[in-house]
Nanobody, 115 residues
Framework: VQLVASGGGLVQPGGSLRLSCAAS????????MSWYRQATGKEREFVAA????????NYADSVKGRFIISRDNAKNTVYLQMNNLKPEDTAVYFC?????????WGQGTQVTVSS
């Protein structure tokens, strides 16, 4: 199982970024896929998740209405569209899956929101 995150960068407040998480070794269509983030000096926190099956989603209150998680089963990739970014969104973003009871994390991609 491997998760490779990409798409981070430096963006001004109010801007947008789209993160990607390319998975290999399993099919994302059958697992709940999530994004977490960790800011400097803070604990890692949940951001968003998309379930297998019907694909229902849920979000942290802090990003609700601004971020959208989605998946492309054909590409075995999960996305996080981040709009109206704020300085407090600055963090390293990780994709995550629990696969057969083991936790797998992507390597993280840095998102910096600053003017």
């Amino acid at each position: 199982v491997q998760l490779v995150a990409s798409g981070g960068g430096l963006v001004q407040p109010g801007g947008s970024l789209r993160l990607s998480c390319a998975a290999s070794g399993f099919s994302i269509s059958t697992y709940r896929m999530s994004w977490y983030r960790q800011a400097t000096g803070k604990e890692r926190e949940f951001v968003a998740a998309v379930r297998n099956g019907g694909g229902s989603t849920n979000y942290a209150d802090s990003v609700k209405g601004r971020f959208i998680i989605s998946r492309d089963n054909a590409k075995n990739t999960v996305y996080l569209q981040m709009n109206n970014l704020k300085p407090e969104d600055t963090a390293v973003y990780f994709c995550y899956v629990s696969y057969f009871g083991r936790n797998y994390w992507g390597q993280g991609t840095q998102v910096t929101v600053s003017s």
